[in-house]
């Protein structure tokens, strides 16, 4: 069997190392010249030095939000430190530790795009990609497809009204690189989540005022430095600089920096793959992973606020339990059903349909049920209530949560170290 892998960060580099343990022949096409996917830091932002996209989102003086213990695969964990908050490097090197480690680097394709992945009357896929530095264009056909493109590649900017008269600078965290740049400005910064919360700490150290917009109940009592406000939403842009917020209020603004997340995009798939994608609900997708339609078509990766790698690895070794006939799928209209009732609950308890993959409390059950399916071992729970203590600190002792390191004693139990 030969199996095409779409990009070479985390969740590539572990499906690779899967697949060749299986026995199957694979390739793994990685639009950069390096290894490590979102973890690869460039000064560039738009365009690379051929004219294509640059998909990185990484920025200077990155520390993780989840400690190394978490971070780490289960039969290669991140090599013993002091702390266990990482830099964008250290977790880089660890990425290129496992790579050389497993030997995967000879299966990489670098400096190259996926153009177009169509299914073949044969059951087969056909994969056409072009090499960045010549413009070569060649065309492969793989028995399956692992699409590990990443979840960063499709800024979500919000609309903002008469955003078009503004005069000072909006950007997407996507694009943001450093806070230096923004030394004694006023800045607002749009969102809660996790880049949110870190561009506004980081931008403040330089920034004259920070007002950071959300309406993020749980942000609400995040503590930051004296010259961040905690702002309503932005309702419109009403002078040359000058922003109306949702509580009436106004505020003359030098930069608007929207850390408001992405959208699944997946440009490469032909139209004849049948993958839709409403309000960052990917259909049809089983275990929100396998193309129930074509099931040697999966996902690596949709599923967010998870342990990532960890699940990277699970979902990967679940995948090939099913290429290798050591487990059967549900029938087309049985994955269909079991797809829909989940996401009936998941609506019923008040998520929306773009939170459709996302997990949090789901996660643990998520694990079990794939491991279960699949007879495959599932991820400790201790790394899910490591998951959890990590994200509870972020919101609510931002400024010093990642000086708290761990170490894991067993399956079911951690302890706080210094």
């Not at 930069?255 to 793959?273: A, H, M, N, Q, W």
Request: glycine share 6%; aromatic share 12%; charged share 25%.
């Amino acid at each position: 069997m030969r199996v095409g892998i779409i990009g070479a960060g985390a969740a590539g580099l572990t499906s690779a190392r899967h697949v060749i343990q299986n026995g199957f022949q694979c390739d793994v096409f990685e639009i950069s010249d390096k290894i490590g996917g979102v973890w690869v830091y460039t000064d560039r932002v738009g365009h690379d030095e051929y004219g294509y996209p640059v998909y990185s989102a990484m920025y200077q003086n990155l520390r993780t939000n989840l400690p190394k213990e978490v971070m780490g695969f289960p039969d290669f964990p991140v090599p013993d430190k002091e702390k266990s908050y990482l830099t964008q490097k250290e977790v880089l090197q660890f990425l290129n530790q496992y790579a050389d480690y497993f030997e995967l680097r000879q299966h990489v394709k670098f400096n190259c795009m996926v153009t177009n992945v169509r299914p073949l009357p044969n059951n087969k896929w056909e994969l056409t990609h072009v090499f960045k530095h010549t413009n070569e264009v060649s065309t492969n056909e793989y028995d399956a497809i692992m699409v590990c493109n990443g979840q960063y590649n499709e800024p979500f900017e919000p609309t903002i009204e008469n955003v078009d008269n503004y005069s000072g600078e909006v950007i997407h965290s996507h694009i943001y690189r450093s806070a230096e740049k923004y030394k004694d400005k006023r800045i607002l910064t749009v969102g809660a989540g996790p880049s949110g919360l870190d561009l506004t700490l980081q931008v403040a150290k330089f920034a004259k005022k920070v007002y950071f917009s959300h309406h993020f109940e749980k942000a609400s009592i995040t503590k930051f430095p004296p010259n961040v406000e905690h702002i309503t939403d932005v309702k419109r842009i009403v002078g040359d600089k000058t922003v109306e917020f949702a509580n009436g209020s106004r505020h003359d603004i030098d930069v608007i920096i929207l850390c408001t997340g992405y959208r699944f995009k997946f440009p490469f798939l032909d139209e004849s793959c049948g993958i839709r994608i409403d309000d960052k609900f990917i259909q049809p997708l089983y275990k929100h992973m396998i193309h129930l339609e074509k099931p040697t078509m999966c996902f690596i990766g949709i599923p967010y606020n998870v342990c990532t790698f960890r699940m990277f690895d699970l979902q990967a070794r679940y995948y090939c339990e099913y290429l290798k006939g050591s487990m059967s799928l549900p029938s087309t209209e049985e994955m269909r059903r079991i797809t829909d009732e989940e996401m009936q609950k998941r609506w019923a308890a008040g998520l929306s349909k773009r939170d459709s993959h996302i997990m949090n409390e789901y996660q643990e059950d998520y694990f079990n049920d794939l491991a279960k399916e699949a007879n495959i071992e599932t991820i400790s729970p201790v790394y899910v209530k490591l998951y959890d203590m990590s994200i509870m600190k972020l919101y609510t002792d931002l400024m010093n949560f990642r000086e708290i390191n761990y170490r894991v004693i067993d399956d079911e139990n951690y302890t706080v170290v210094n």
